[in-house]
Nanobody, 113 residues
């Protein structure tokens, strides 16, 4: 069946880094663009980054531009979100989403000293 499974979240101090992974199965991963979203308690869901199906173009939210990097490996059916210089306001549940396919269960990222 179709699955998207995120991992890599955790607790990190301000200024730290994390790399999130999203492993896809059950569909042809390379045929679809992919989005990373996040949602913090009491806040609306925010589109953080998007990457094309070939991985040759991407976009970022203004709030993360220059600190986050999205990438994908279509051989491994995996997308990544590298997050550097993390700030407390980056605290949220992060989801990968494939349009018309679905999303994962999310992984918690907490940035705190």
């Amino acid at each position: 069946q179709v699955q998207l499974v995120e991992s890599g979240g955790g607790l990190v101090q301000p200024g730290g880094s994390l790399r999130l992974s999203c492993v896809a199965s059950g569909f042809t991963f390379s045929n679809y663009a992919l989005n990373w979203y996040r949602q913090a308690p009491g806040k609306e869901r925010e589109l953080v980054a998007n990457i094309t199906r070939a991985g040759d173009n991407w976009m970022y939210a203004v709030s993360v531009h220059g600190r986050f990097t999205v990438s994908r490996d279509n051989v491994k059916n995996t997308a990544y979100l590298r997050m550097n210089n993390l700030k407390p306001e980056d605290t949220a549940v992060y989801y990968c989403n494939v349009p018309r396919i679905g999303r994962g269960q999310g992984t918690q990222v907490t940035v705190s000293s």
